[in-house]
């Protein structure tokens, strides 16, 4: 990686770029950034909305399209120079804007009602209601006008329920695909309307070669989490994930490698505009870059460079679990470090000593086999500071 920068723009929460030069960010209360070297500098646009941006996608040089709270859409069609603003009728907070050519696209709001515009997001019509009451968003890709995948969650009496939809009309109507065997999909990302690459269980990749009928399950195993992923072509590919994590594929998914990354910060999206050039977002306000494609060794070593700047818990992985998940936890300097584990009424149940630890990264494997479903609060303690997450088993 050849940049990083942090803090520069606030409330960061999606970049997309049309070339090395020219990009464009968006995040919370309204904002918007461009930039015309390659993300070196940013220069604020006029605040046309209030709401947060979620999102950023364009499909060529000239036409875009910005997703936001309170049903907004701005869409642009000179390169970003004008913004246009646009609603899809409903104070939804809309997440995903997928765009399969100028005019016609589908905007997926976060509780996963979808609307679909024929007139490049001057106007949008709401498609559908019929997934579960209580659900959740994960990501979507549409490959043309008629075809479509979307992974999310929802919630049911015997707990959270993970799937992968498919539309082959428009996003009219929904069937459900592979279940991966009770396992969690989430990420998305294909390179034409056969080939595709979905993360299961935040953990793994797995592949198909025929627009989704079946899936070839993968090899990587990053229990750090992979949080997104991105193909640039059959062969080449990265994922993000979290503790710094950046994963290369060079063929086709068969093998992924460790990237040498600047920070430890959690990555939520990347994206690429060659084989080289490439940008990835990280939890508090960072956005680094890459014009090699990324380092995948320095040394003969993969691992990253930068010690924790400050003491963070990291969400339990997996969340929701049965009967075992991991709390992990950074360290900006050495400290006593003690875990104790409460159930929703504020009973102590579980303290593990985890005795004096150095800077750096942590982790703590709770085991939930002597208790029954719910809500549990893990608190760490490291000195005087504390920190906490909540945590669902479900049996």
Do not use: C
Request: aromatic share 12%; charged share 15%; proline share 2%.
């Amino acid at each position: 990686m050849d940049s990083i920068q942090k803090d520069v723009l606030p409330g960061l929460n999606s970049v997309w770029f049309v070339d090395e030069m020219k990009g464009w960010a968006v995040g919370n209360s309204g904002k918007i950034f461009g930039s015309t070297d390659g993300g070196t500098s940013w220069s604020e646009a006029s605040n046309i909305v209030s709401s947060n941006l979620n999102t950023i996608e364009f499909i060529d040089q000239d036409n875009g399209w910005i997703g936001g709270n309170n049903g907004v859409v701005l869409y642009t069609q000179n390169g970003g120079s004008v913004w246009s603003v646009s609603n899809v009728g409903n104070p939804v907070a809309i997440k995903k804007v997928k765009f399969i050519n100028a005019t016609t696209g589908w905007a997926i709001s976060d509780s996963l009602r979808i609307y679909k515009t024929l007139d490049g997001g001057a106007t949008w019509t709401f498609l559908t209601s019929t997934f579960p009451q209580i659900k959740l968003l994960e990501d979507a890709v549409f490959l043309n006008e008629r075809n479509g995948f979307i992974t999310g969650s929802y919630y049911s009496v015997i707990g959270y329920k993970y799937f992968l939809v498919k539309t082959t009309n428009g996003g009219v109507s929904w069937s459900f695909g592979d279940s991966f065997n009770g396992h969690e999909p989430s990420a998305l990302s294909f390179v034409d309307s056969l080939n595709g690459f979905i993360v299961v269980d935040y953990f793994n990749i797995h592949k198909t070669t025929n627009g989704g009928a079946t899936w070839i399950v993968g090899t990587v195993y990053d229990r750090t989490g992979i949080t997104s992923i991105y193909m640039f072509d059959h062969q080449t590919g990265w994922a993000t994930g979290r503790e710094g994590t950046i994963l290369k594929t060079i063929d086709s998914g068969s093998t992924w490698r460790k990237q040498l990354v600047p920070v430890q910060d959690e990555f939520s999206s990347i994206m690429f505009v060659n084989s080289n050039t490439g940008w990835a977002i990280g939890q508090n306000n960072t956005l680094i870059k890459t014009s090699d494609g990324g380092i995948t060794s320095l040394n003969g070593k993969n691992e990253v460079v930068e010690l924790p700047r400050t003491f963070n818990v990291m969400q339990n992985f997996p969340n929701p679990f049965n009967p075992t998940t991991t709390i992990r936890y950074s360290l900006k300097e050495a400290a006593y470090v003690k875990i104790k584990i409460f159930n929703l009424a504020g009973e102590l149940i579980r303290v593990s000593d985890q005795g004096f630890k150095q800077t750096g990264t942590h982790q703590f494997i709770f085991d939930a086999s002597g208790y029954s479903s719910g809500v549990y609060i893990a608190v760490v303690e490291a000195g005087n500071m504390r920190k906490s997450i909540k945590m669902m088993l479900l049996k």
